[in-house]
């Protein structure tokens, strides 16, 4: 009978134990006619100075390597790249393993055999200091964030070309969710679909807040009407925004 129940209990904790050391498993974009000529050759930001030389341009995961970017100040970018190929950057700013819309930071096509992209990215100030993944795709024919038929997205699907991957350290972002914020501001349900509720206190009532998303631009901003405000958010896409509170300069990550 002990025995019995031991083997219950561990059954029970299984998921929460397989949960609890489950690694994040990024997605990747395929290349249907490979990477040969087409492909990121150099790439170089702040700190980080990588050359494909004469390694296999299949291998994409050099996060090893990596650097340190302050939010909101814009840092040189140069990438190098092989025959008629375009450039996307992105970086997985909620370290969910998918790279979404929001989350790059630059792209473009200019035909050239080779091409030499020369650009600034700006970290966006509402992300967290923290480590992120960051991903540089090289692309035949396309600038890999507009809809083509050669490809484009962090995890599209392309005809020639190759991706590497590098981790950025974010470093004069915001500190997180004040959690201390919850005894004078709140939000619900969160996730939510079509519309959050805002509980204030009543200090804050006829105060202004905005809705921004990773990239620091305002999607929707408003006031609090009273003590309970509703806030529409079904003209937003999926996925992460912070809602700040207005004069109380609090704030909360909002999922859609």
């Known amino acids: 009978m002990k025995l019995k129940k031991l083997l219950f209990a561990f ?16 997605c990747e974009p395929t290349f249907n006619n490979g990477c040969f000529s087409w492909n990121n050759k150099e790439i ?39 025959s008629w190929c375009g450039v996307g950057v992105w970086v997985d ?13 630059y792209y473009e096509y200019t035909a050239g055999d080779p091409q030499t992209y020369s650009f600034l990215i700006t970290i966006p100030p509402t992300a967290v200091n923290g480590d992120y993944r ?10 890999c964030y507009t809809m ?10 392309y005809e020639y ?5 590098f981790r950025v350290t974010v470093t ?16 619900f349900p969160n996730p939510a679909s079509n519309r959050i509720n805002a509980t204030i206190k ?26 309970t405000s509703s806030i529409d958010i079904s003209n937003l896409t999926e996925g992460i925004y912070i809602l700040n509170s207005g004069t109380s300069k609090k704030m909360f990550r909002v999922v859609r």
């Open 11 to 26: 059954l029970f904790a299984l998921p929460f134990i397989q949960k609890a050391g489950a690694q994040v498993v990024y």
């Open 44 to 82: 170089t930001l702040d700190s980080i100075s990588w050359t494909l030389g004469s390694s296999d341009c299949t291998i994409s995961d050099y996060t090893t390597m990596g650097t340190t970017l302050t939010a909101g100040l814009p840092t040189p970018m140069e990438v190098l790249n092989g």
């Open 93 to 105: 700013f909620d370290n969910n393993g998918d790279f979404d819309s929001t989350e790059n930071l």
């Open 134 to 143: 960051m991903r540089v795709i090289a692309g035949w024919g396309t600038d």
């Open 148 to 157: 083509s038929a050669n490809g484009y997205g962090a995890c599209g699907v």
């Open 161 to 165: 070309g190759n991706f590497v991957d």
């Open 172 to 187: 004069g972002g915001s500190v997180g969710i004040d959690e201390n914020a919850k005894n004078e501001f709140a939000v």
């Open 202 to 227: 009543e200090s804050m009532i006829g105060s202004e807040y905005t809705i921004v998303d990773q990239l620091g631009k305002i999607c929707s901003n408003g006031k609090f009407e009273q003590s």
